[in-house]
């Protein structure tokens, strides 16, 4: 399958929890991991994605393959024997406090390598979508991603780096080492405003109380980025919004507002919405919109993607006043 996108990475299975996990009780099966997240987004959005990963040979990735299959992803995966599939216990702690914990150590997808790269390569894309974790889960998968962008890079497709930074997984300086060289081939970085420091110094920014959408901080470290060849630096805000840095100026949106339910998968769902306007040739403000769209959708529903909108549903938000039953 040709693809507009091509991302990889490792999916997981991922038990969730309504209420403290010590307290037992049922747990939900779904399919966990940013870059499939962002490709259920896009694939929704009407767009040719695929995903390439490693699963073991278990119900657990047999069950990741179906549901990806299932949302018309093309899923170029290799089944690891010896190894399990990764699995992730989501727990709803409190109202405001999810709690994830992880059993992903020497997992299947942690062998992500050069090979599967090249065999993902043959969906000729447009565009490389990858994320700072996968680059943390082993050796083997920093390089494999590590080469993905090179090439890409190299054979003139966009390539998107979110930086999802994930302080299980590794230290802020661990990350920074390994994601400020990676950031060398992006056109596009996104990242939450407490992340952008784990792809740019920021040196010569002016410290002090302005800490705001558009600080001086930041602005500083866009333009570094900016500076550096990428064309998009995206900061995602949450509740504030987000913005972009380009070399034409810098825009804001505000968030959608929804009520929130679950904010897991909500960076991701934004990135996906970006990326498809991105697709379609909307301008900085449309990205942004759509994005925003996208990210109010996976807030106000439960999961890491099952709430995401198709094309047609974009406009059931921002338009309709809350509680609206559509008739």
Not at 10 to 39: C, K, Q
Not at 221 to 240: H, S, T
Not at 250 to 261: C, D, F, K, N
Request: aromatic fraction near 4%; charge should be negative; glycine fraction near 14%.
């Amino acid at each position: 399958m040709s693809a507009d996108v091509l991302t990889l990475g490792e999916s997981m299975v991922s038990l969730r929890s309504a209420g403290p996990l010590s307290a037992g009780g049922t747990l939900h099966m779904h399919v966990a991991g940013a870059e499939s997240n962002v490709a259920v987004g896009l694939a929704r959005l009407g767009h040719r994605v695929a995903w390439a990963g490693v699963v073991g040979s278990d119900p657990h990735g047999e069950f990741i393959v179906r549901q990806l299959r299932g949302e018309g992803i093309g899923v170029q995966h290799r089944e690891d024997a010896a190894r399990s599939t990764g699995v992730m216990f989501l727990e709803q702690r409190t109202a405001d406090v999810t709690r994830a914990f992880y059993y992903r150590a020497g997992s299947a997808g942690s062998t992500l390598g050069r090979d599967d790269v090249d065999a993902a390569f043959r969906s000729g894309a447009r565009v490389l979508h990858l994320t700072g974790i996968t680059a943390a889960l082993s050796q083997e998968a920093r390089r494999a991603v590590e080469y993905a962008a090179a090439r890409a890079a190299g054979e003139g497709l966009e390539v998107s780096l979110d930086v999802n930074y994930r302080s299980k997984l590794w230290s802020r300086d661990e990350a920074r080492a390994i994601l400020t060289p990676l950031a060398l081939h992006a056109s596009i970085i996104i990242a939450s405003d407490d992340e952008l420091g784990l792809v740019a110094t920021g040196e010569g920014a002016v410290t002090g109380s302005d800490d705001g959408p558009g600080c001086s901080g930041e602005a500083a470290m866009a333009a570094e980025l900016l500076g550096r060849g990428v064309r998009d630096v995206v900061v995602k805000r949450g509740a504030a919004g987000a913005g972009v840095y380009t070399a034409a100026g810098r825009w804001e949106a505000p968030a959608v507002p929804v009520t929130s339910i679950d904010t897991v998968g909500a960076g991701d769902a934004f990135t996906a919405g970006y990326l498809s306007a991105l697709l379609d040739g909307e301008d900085a403000a449309g990205r942004l919109h759509r994005g925003a769209l996208a990210g109010a959708f996976a807030v106000s529903t439960t999961g890491d993607w099952e709430g995401l909108p198709r094309r047609g549903e974009l406009a059931l938000l921002g338009a309709t006043p809350s509680g609206t039953t559509q008739r």
